[in-house]
């Protein structure tokens, strides 16, 4: 299901900016021009005017404008994974072999590309745990229409690209990854329940 894209986009972009125990302070040119790009990547605003609509049918172009956005940010990801492994002597075959390097932890990050991983998953980053949860559930409600009917339908979408994301990292995957998914989990429920609206109301207030 499409759904799965945006799970293993967000693992992906989470884990490699949790995985540097080393730091070289040299920030090389192709670093600093990778991490601007990061920054230039399509960006998905969500619209508070449709966003509560119930129609049952698939939005196709937000799904689509959705799916634009995950593939550019894991391509990006995927060119500043492959300059650092080559960098370093490794080379990518496919990508499990990408996260299985990621998971091991044992490479070097330059200053530019931590400095953007830092930025993109902070609490109001791209990439934090809020706007990622956000952005997989707008994804379900527009596949489905907004039709709380199919929440445990979707979640369950998720809950298996999430697992398909955990065993391509192959370990437990970082702690910022079981944050989005206990929210996305949660924000589903109030989804189903009918009870996000209300609680934004509250949390405005």
């Given at each position: 299901?499409?759904?799965?894209?945006?799970?293993?986009?967000?693992?992906?972009?989470?884990?490699?900016?949790?995985?540097?125990?080393?730091?070289?302070?040299?920030?090389?040119?192709?670093?600093?021009?990778?991490?601007?790009?990061?920054?230039?990547?399509?960006?998905?605003?969500?619209?508070?005017?449709?966003?509560?609509?119930?129609?049952?049918?698939?939005?196709?172009?937000?799904?689509?404008?959705?799916?634009?956005?995950?593939?550019?940010?894991?391509?990006?990801?995927?060119?500043?994974?492959?300059?650092?492994m080559t960098k370093q002597g490794a080379a990518i075959g496919t990508a499990d072999s990408m996260w299985s390097f990621l998971a091991k932890?044992?490479?070097?990050?330059?200053?530019?590309?931590?400095?953007?991983?830092?930025?993109?998953?902070?609490?109001?980053?791209?990439?934090?745990?809020?706007?990622?949860?956000?952005?997989?559930?707008?994804?379900?409600?527009?596949?489905?229409?907004?039709?709380?009917?199919?929440?445990?339908?979707?979640?369950?979408?998720?809950?298996?690209?999430?697992?398909?994301?955990?065993?391509?990292?192959?370990?437990?995957?970082?702690?910022?990854?079981?944050?989005?998914?206990?929210?996305?989990?949660?924000?589903?429920?109030?989804?189903?329940?009918?009870?996000?609206?209300?609680?934004?109301?509250?949390?405005?207030?």
């Open positions: 299901m499409a759904i799965n894209s945006v799970t293993n986009a967000t693992t992906a972009s989470q884990t490699t900016a949790y995985t540097a125990p080393k730091t070289d302070d040299t920030a090389s040119k192709a670093a600093d021009t990778a991490a601007k790009k990061d920054d230039t990547g399509v960006v998905y605003e969500k619209d508070s005017n449709t966003s509560n609509t119930v129609t049952k049918k698939t939005d196709y172009a937000l799904v689509n404008k959705l799916k634009q956005d995950a593939e550019q940010r894991t391509a990006q990801l995927r060119s500043l994974v492959e300059k650092m932890g044992d490479f070097e990050v330059d200053a530019a590309t931590k400095a953007q991983a830092e930025k993109d998953i902070a609490e109001d980053g791209y990439w934090g745990v809020e706007q990622t949860s956000d952005r997989i559930l707008d994804f379900a409600k527009a596949l489905s229409g907004n039709d709380p009917e199919k929440a445990d339908l979707l979640l369950d979408a998720f809950k298996k690209g999430f697992q398909e994301a955990t065993k391509s990292w192959g370990d437990k995957l970082p702690d910022i990854s079981q944050r989005t998914y206990d929210a996305v989990v949660e924000k589903f429920d109030n989804w189903k329940k009918g009870t996000e609206v209300a609680e934004a109301a509250q949390t405005e207030a």
